[in-house]
């Protein structure tokens, strides 16, 4: 027996182990959701189904509490819910899958062999094999339409640079001189999530037999290539970006069809703005693709695009949605597409005729972002129309489910009964208010502690969503849950700004960020607060990222929070735009001028102006790893308010990027000092309590 199958039969009998121990306590008092559940967490994501829809597989992901690392295995069930067992286990991650056109194999991505490599399974004999060695990750796997070939992407690095340095002597032999000068000459250089510097060279589109064999390199020249789509007769649909000033207009790609036999291009799309996602229809006569025209705006709609083959007849398919096109799949008859979108933070899959007839088919998309409830999840869709995607709640990450038109979804899967079943949950609600500025409605969701009396008095965490052009939603979160759970009532809301309400919407702080959002977010505290369980001086505030910058405004604008607790935030605009690890956007998008241009309107909507009239007791906590809002932002405003002796805190995650929560300790590293430091100072104007 190899040592895969070995893994995957000792998984099977602790599995069925598991399921049939009986169960023990029934009579206890429930349980509240704790830190350390947080390690037996899991959650499925990518959902694929198979070709004539009998059978779906997916990415259980999960923690190993020895390593504090996410680990990922394939799953298989038959689409009534039956069989539902593993495909790989152990200690390697497994990702990527992708049924071959005729279903009769698999495909998927391993660091089975300690680096990433594609794998294939023979789906008649279960017979396994890798058929690459790759010097780098592969990703956006596609099949060709014969099943005959594999194309995927690759980076390929730049080698061309002369050394600037060239004239360094060497050192002697046996002699420990200081490491090597680096020579920085490109405006990307850092990204974040790297530690080390950004590897200079691009993605490039690669082929391969789909038994194995040498890769070859289909595209050239020194851009990013990526997102093949296959057309029926072996050529590629990809995305560019091939503009000689590529690193400073990242967003104007194009879609370009690729000779895969000679690599010859052919441009189809050639507007100013993004175009992406192509999905070839399957007689090859038309192409899909989103996309929109660059204004410059903080956000822009995602909107849905046809065209011929040869890019002639591209127009938009009008929706009506009003909201952005996440995905795209033709129907079988090539007279419609499947598409997802979020709407009110809630995710969706519907079928657009090309007159832009709108069906939806299922909701309650979502999931896959362990930590807070953000929207997001994904689907895979037959060509008849059955279709497998995420599916989850308030009180549960990810399963997987499948439907098709017209009837119910039936959800497949359960990953989180043994963790979850027997915990209180704090409880989810609804609850829209007036924005007192202008009377825009403003939704939000109230979580409940576990317990909850409406005639007791509780404290009140508001938590605030980063992007800021994104949105929370109805999902499960582990880490509003621990807050909960610690007997806070707990606000989120989609103030302006957030998307999934529409392009006026989240375009009301286009340039005027943070703002009137802020107007929105305490009307949400006052609108709980009058339902009559909320303590008024008993309020905290966090959030990160976006939520950070909207935090260290509050607590400058008001002093009616007991303490805050500011989570990787920008605090100075100017030194941001200018540190961050995407220099060439953020300036050119969020402000319109450079710094030196307009150093006011930089200053005006900076936290750090604020500093002068904070009073509250505020924490800092970042990633000491993070290119994104770098510690450098955290680190100038905690000296601010050292300086002006507010009492404050600097948390420091080692190792930790801008999410922080890579890792599931990090997640709790952040949660319970958080909360330590609400313990400390447990009602607005009381001393610190040591």
Not at 84 to 89: A, G, K, Q, V, Y
Not at 385 to 405: I, Q
Request: charged share 20%; glycine share 10%; hydrophobic share 35%.
């Amino acid at each position: 027996m190899t040592r895969r199958a070995f893994r995957r039969a000792t998984q099977a009998a602790l599995a069925f182990t598991f399921v049939s121990m009986p169960l023990v306590g029934q009579d206890m008092a429930p349980e509240v959701f704790e830190p350390m559940d947080v390690f037996g967490l899991e959650w499925a994501t990518d959902p694929r189904i198979s070709p004539d829809g009998s059978e779906v597989v997916y990415v259980r992901n999960g923690f190993d509490v020895m390593t504090d690392r996410r680990v990922t295995d394939l799953w298989i069930a038959r689409s009534d819910g039956s069989l539902h067992r593993p495909l790989t286990s152990g200690t390697a991650g497994d990702g990527s899958p992708r049924w071959s056109p005729d279903g009769d194999r698999l495909l998927w991505v391993s660091s089975e062999d300690g680096s990433n490599q594609l794998w294939l399974r023979w789906m008649d004999t279960g017979e396994e094999a890798r058929i690459t060695n790759l010097t780098e990750s592969p990703g956006a796997l596609s099949w060709s339409p014969d099943g005959e070939w594999i194309a995927f992407t690759m980076f390929v690095e730049r080698d061309d640079r002369a050394a600037l340095a060239a004239g360094m002597p060497a050192p002697p032999d046996g002699a420990e001189w200081a490491a090597s000068a680096v020579v920085v000459e490109d405006i990307q250089y850092k990204s974040d999530g790297n530690p080390d510097l950004i590897e200079q060279g691009w993605t490039h589109v690669f082929i391969v037999p789909s038994e194995g064999g040498t890769p070859r390199q289909v595209t050239s020249g020194d851009f990013d290539h990526t997102s093949p789509s296959w057309t029926p007769d072996g050529n590629l649909v990809i995305v560019a970006n091939r503009r000689t000033d590529a690193d400073r207009e990242g967003n104007d790609t194009d879609l370009y069809e690729v000779d895969v036999r000679t690599g010859a291009l052919t441009r189809l799309t050639e507007r100013y703005g993004p175009d992406g996602a192509p999905a070839v229809s399957s007689d090859g006569s038309m192409i899909a693709y989103t996309g929109f025209d660059d204004e410059y705006l903080g956000y822009h709609l995602n909107r849905l695009y046809v065209m011929n083959r040869d890019g002639s007849g591209k127009r938009e398919v009008d929706t009506g949605l009003d909201r952005d096109v996440e995905a795209v799949h033709w129907d079988e008859s090539g007279s419609g597409l499947f598409i997802q979108y979020t709407t009110e933070g809630i995710g969706r899959i519907a079928h657009v005729t090309l007159d832009g007839d709108v069906t939806d088919l299922a909701d309650a998309l979502g999931g896959t972002a362990i930590g807070r409830p953000y929207s997001g999840g994904s689907f895979s869709v037959t060509p008849d129309g059955t279709f497998a995607y995420t599916l989850s709640s308030p009180g549960h990450p990810a399963d997987v489910a499948v439907g098709e038109r017209g009837a119910e979804v039936r959800r497949l899967t359960d990953l989180n009964a043994d963790v979850l079943g027997h915990l209180e949950l704090g409880s989810v609600e609804e609850i829209w208010w007036e924005s007192p500025f202008d009377g825009r409605p403003v939704q939000g969701w109230i979580i409940h502690p576990p317990g909850f009396d409406e005639n007791e008095r509780y404290p009140l965490v508001l938590e605030i969503h980063g992007g800021p052009f994104a949105a929370y939603g109805p999902y499960f979160t582990p880490e509003l849950q621990l807050y909960a759970s610690q007997g806070n009532v707990v606000l989120y809301a989609n103030p302006r700004g957030s998307t999934s309400y529409g392009t006026e919407f989240a375009n009301l702080i286009h340039h005027a960020y943070p703002g009137n959002d802020y107007d929105d977010l305490m009307s949400g505290v006052d609108a709980v607060i009058a339902r009559g369980y909320v303590d008024p001086d008993r309020l905290f505030v966090t959030g990160g990222s976006g939520g950070g910058v909207l935090t260290a405004w509050i607590v400058g604008k008001t002093d009616r929070f007991a303490a805050a607790a500011v989570q990787k935030p920008v605090i100075n605009w100017a030194s941001f735009v200018l540190h961050a690890d995407a220099v060439p956007f953020f300036a050119k998008y969020w402000f319109g001028e450079l710094p030196w241009e307009d150093p006011m309107a930089y200053w005006e909507r900076s936290p750090l102006s604020l500093v002068g009239n904070v009073t509250t007791p505020t924490m800092l906590v970042t990633g000491e790893d993070d290119f994104r809002t770098p510690m450098s932002e955290s680190e100038q405003y905690y000296g601010a308010l050292q300086l002006e002796g507010v009492p404050s805190a600097l948390v420091r995650i080692p190792g930790a990027s801008h999410g922080i929560a890579a890792r599931p300790s990090q997640l709790l590293a952040k949660v319970t000092t958080i909360l330590g430091w609400f313990e400390r100072y447990p009602v607005r104007g009381r001393p610190a309590v040591f």
